[in-house]
């Protein structure tokens, strides 16, 4: 069954900020509605830079979104070596890389014709600019 939109889209922000407690890096967010035949109506896709930093995302995406939806994934895969992990919550794909296998897969050149946006993380921005000031 297809969740509202405002459920996605509350799926969406959790997925996004169990991703950044973690400081997972480059969160992409591509909106796949506007394809017909498609899996999934969103693609999360980030990197960590170890494969302890890739299953701590992992964790922090799968403990905020049960803690802030209920939502457990339909499916997991990719727990046993961490270079890529995919939570599969229906409408939501969240992919989790270590940076080089993002960089050899490259999912986001594969749906190019996809609405893309870059998640910043707002909070980590105020901090590094509130050092600039400070200095």
Not at 52 to 57: E, F, K, L, N, P
Not at 86 to 94: A, E, M, P, Q
Not at 106 to 125: F, N, P, R, V, Y
Request: aromatic share 8%; net charge negative; charged share 35%.
């Amino acid at each position: 069954m297809k969740k509202q939109p405002d459920e996605s889209e509350l799926l969406l922000k959790s997925v996004v900020k169990g991703i950044l407690e973690k400081q997972g890096r480059d969160v992409i967010k591509i909106d796949l509605r506007n394809f017909e035949n498609r899996i999934t109506d969103y693609f999360i896709i980030c990197h960590g830079n170890s494969v302890t930093q890739v299953d701590a995302i992992t964790e922090s995406v799968e403990e905020t979104v049960r803690k802030e939806t209920g939502e457990k994934p339909a499916h997991v895969e990719g727990l046993e070596n961490c270079f890529w992990v995919l939570l599969d919550y229906i409408d939501v794909v969240v992919h989790i890389f270590r940076e080089e296998y993002r960089r050899f897969y490259s999912l986001e050149s594969l749906w190019a014709d996809a609405m893309t946006e870059k998640i910043e993380d707002i909070q980590m921005e105020k901090k590094t600019n509130g050092r600039r000031k400070k200095r």
